[in-house]
């Protein structure tokens, strides 16, 4: 019942952008911490970022930071990741993920999407 689908991800040249969306159905973002999570190969998954339920406060791993920008629209039920100033070491699979508890503490996740890959390469 509860479906999470990332889009906006594709092939961009070092230091171009890209913004990725993550749609929910059958659950209300609003309710929720929601997470970005990349995975490249040979890496473990890293959380990228993650936006509170009251969009009071946002985290950001280093390697990303002034570079992208977590949002919400409350209205469209999605959270968006703007990407900038990419890298090829961006380059990964994406995914969505409800988040409980706190951002960045522990990334202790609910509901996942299929993800979205984003391929840095010039």
């Known amino acids: 019942q509860v479906q999470l689908v990332e889009s906006g991800g594709g092939l961009v040249q070092p230091g171009g952008s890209l913004r990725l969306s993550c749609a929910a159905s059958g659950i209300i973002l609003a309710y929720n911490n929601v997470g970005w999570f990349r995975q490249a190969p040979g890496k473990e998954r890293e959380g990228v970022s993650c936006i509170s339920s009251s969009t009071e406060s946002t985290y950001y791993t280093d390697s990303v930071k002034g570079r992208f920008t977590i949002s919400r629209d409350n209205a469209k039920n999605t959270v968006y990741l703007q990407m900038t100033s990419l890298k090829p070491e961006d380059t990964a699979v994406y995914s969505c993920?409800?988040?409980?508890?706190?951002?960045?503490?522990?990334?202790?996740?609910?509901?996942w999407g299929q993800g979205t890959q984003v391929t840095v390469s010039s």
């Open positions: 993920a409800t988040v409980r508890g706190r951002c960045g503490s522990g990334w202790f996740t609910d509901y």
